[in-house]
């Protein structure tokens, strides 16, 4: 069992959580209702969905690569099968409550192309002969859909109709969210060497990899600065730049590792966390409370 918790990497579904939470917020301050039972039937929806992205992603792993420390190879292939009959039902259960919803609370157009979206994502993400994971996309696909995409669910399961506000918000989380991903990749670095992994980093390699970090950085503060720009309060969004000085900490730590400096993985590991996340609960915080 732990073996299997491990692998729905918690930390994935935490972030997953916390955008939905994101988008779900916003549609009561444009003055829709909320509405309980699309929330929770959604949430649990998003969760399966990633889950599921994450299970598949070890189905089709390369057979070189362990799924768990120490596994025999019987072991491997037995959990191999689960995890792929797993996957099959938790997507099976993610139709169903979208057919639930769409019975009860009739789904709009956007909101069916966002769940497609979703569903493509995951099986690019995952499944040969896409398998984007193992060739470069894999941090793209996982930061679109945790950051952009989980959240406009949210958001037209409560309000049927897409809204600029929420493409505003969410570009320049999406593009936090890849900053994270590609700080993973730096930590990762040695084991994906070894294993032949297609990683973001080892397409760019660390002399492309790093100055994509910082203009990754500078452009999602940026886009936030500028939304007032496109009709809206600043006030919305200016809670995002408590964490600036995180985003400023990240950026010196790894352009110091870059140079030579002796790395302190969990620290830029924590601090890369710290900017993408706590800048999702702040801005949530914002909306659920106006």
């Known amino acids: 069992m732990a073996s299997y918790l491990k692998l729905t990497r918690p930390l994935h579904l935490l972030l997953a959580a916390l955008t939905y939470l994101l988008g779900a917020s916003i549609p009561a301050y444009l003055g829709k209702p909320f509405q309980l039972l699309p929330f929770l039937l959604g949430f649990a929806g998003i969760l399966l969905a990633q889950i599921g992205m994450a299970f598949l992603r070890e189905v089709f792993r390369p057979h070189n690569e362990p799924l768990i420390a120490g596994e025999t190879p019987k072991q491997k292939e037995t959990l191999r099968n ?14 169903v409550i979208a057919f639930i919803v769409h019975l009860n609370f009739m789904l709009t157009l956007p909101t069916f192309y966002f769940l497609l979206a979703s569903l493509i994502l995951v099986l690019a993400y995952s499944i040969p002969p896409f398998h984007l994971v193992n060739r470069g996309f894999g941090e793209l696909i996982l930061a679109l859909h945790i950051a952009y995409v989980i959240p406009s669910i949210a958001f037209l399961f409560q309000a049927g109709d897409n809204s600029r506000l929420l493409t505003f918000l969410l570009v320049p989380l999406t593009v936090l969210a890849l ?13 994906d060497q070894k294993y032949e992994r297609g990683t973001l980093l080892r397409r760019l390699t660390w002399e492309r990899a790093v ?11 940026l886009m936030f600065a500028m939304i007032p720009l496109f009709g809206f309060s600043f006030n919305l969004v200016a809670p995002a ?35 993408f996340g706590l800048t999702t609960y702040f801005l949530t915080l914002t909306f659920w409370l106006r």
């Open 241 to 275: 730049f408590l964490t600036l000085p995180f985003a400023i900490f990240q950026i010196f730590q790894l352009r110091a590792i870059a140079n030579g400096a002796p790395p302190n993985w969990r620290l830029l590991t924590s601090t890369a966390l710290a900017v």
């Open 179 to 191: 900053a994270y991903f590609l700080i993973v990749n730096f930590i990762t670095f040695p084991e």
């Open 82 to 95: 689960n995890l792929l009959y797993i996957s099959i039902g938790m997507f099976a259960t993610t139709a």
């Open 211 to 221: 100055p994509l970090h910082h203009s990754l950085i500078a452009f999602a503060y």
